[in-house]
């Protein structure tokens, strides 16, 4: 079984549309499998009906807060969690610190993409494939991404990854022609 398919769905739980749109889309680039709610009841419900290789969850929903829902993923499920969060009060940052075991990483919003894809890579153990990444996904060498994701091949590798990959590839420079 190859990577991409070995890894189970993610599932992200936030509150905030537009982030929920972005984070989808960029997974999707990255071949992640996704699944997105915006309520605790939602979360609690998509982990009693199928597994789930990683909880991303907002620290503050609109009918609860993450760690509840961390908790839950991992002592009824056994789900690992990433946390987002914006600024934490104590009483969120003690809340975070009591779930040593299901608490892989806190993102601290806003966040890089990059930073993104590396946390998932770390607690998933595989590969980085970020979309934006500056090094092919299967081989991991030299060749430069060309960010346009066309699936072209690397030039060590031979373009098994998910991402255009080319060792000589540099970004056209704008001509000036003097008068």
């Not at 997105?36 to 009693?48: C, D, P, S």
């Not at 890089?112 to 500056?134: M, Y």
Request: glycine content about 6%; some cysteine.
């Amino acid at each position: 079984m190859d990577e991409v398919t070995a890894v189970q769905p993610l599932l992200i739980v936030n509150c905030y549309p537009d982030m929920n749109r972005f984070l989808k889309r960029v997974l999707d680039m990255a071949a992640y499998e996704a699944d997105i709610v915006t309520t605790l009841v939602e979360g609690k419900e998509r982990l009693a009906e199928r597994p789930y290789s990683l909880l991303i969850c907002r620290n503050m929903l609109g009918d609860g807060v993450g760690p509840d829902l961390i908790r839950h993923a991992w002592e009824q499920h056994r789900t690992p969690s990433l946390a987002i969060t914006g600024v934490m009060s104590k009483e969120e940052m003690t809340a975070l610190v009591s779930l040593p075991e299901a608490l892989k990483g806190v993102l601290l919003v806003p966040f890089n993409i990059e930073e993104f894809f590396a946390t998932l890579a770390r607690v998933l153990g595989h590969k980085n494939r970020s979309p934006f990444s500056r090094t092919c996904p299967d081989c991991q060498g030299s060749g430069e991404i060309a960010l346009l994701i066309h699936r072209k091949a690397c030039s060590k590798c031979g373009g098994k990854g998910t991402i255009s990959c080319r060792q000589s590839y540099s970004p056209p420079r704008a001509v000036h022609n003097a008068p």
